[in-house]
């Protein structure tokens, strides 16, 4: 089973981006699993953003509280991240994997906030 980030892109600054994460070789996808979203900006290390319990719950990091969601579809077996407001200080390389990082990381999707 891989992961697959999608959705990102190149966007002004208060802009909006949805990303997508869904899961490739299973049936079931990521539907039974507590899910989250990361980022890694250049010359950073990755840092937890967003996170999603099965039954829905989620928590984020307060730098992006308030403008970023985190939502799951499990007709489609994906996880979204809904980033609104985006700042500069967003741009990133952004990965979803599991809450207990039993998935590889796979390229993720670039995010680029600029004007």
């Known amino acids: 089973v891989q992961l697959q980030a999608s959705g990102g892109g190149l966007v002004q600054p208060g802009g909006s981006l949805r990303l997508s994460c869904a899961a490739s070789?299973?049936?079931?996808?990521?539907?039974?699993?507590?899910m989250r979203w990361y980022r890694q900006a250049p010359g950073k290390q990755r840092e937890l953003v967003a996170s999603?319990?099965?039954?829905?719950?989620?928590n984020y990091a307060d730098s992006v509280k308030g403008r970023f969601t985190i939502s799951r579809d499990n007709a489609k077996a994906t996880v979204y991240l809904q980033m609104n407001s985006l700042k500069p200080e967003d741009t990133a390389v952004y990965y979803c994997?599991?809450?207990?990082?039993?998935?590889?990381w796979g390229q993720g999707t670039l995010v680029t906030v600029s004007s």
């Open positions: 999603i319990t099965t039954d829905g719950t989620t």
């Open positions: 994997n599991s809450a207990d990082l039993r998935f590889s």
């Open positions: 070789g299973s049936i079931f996808g990521i539907n039974y699993i507590h």
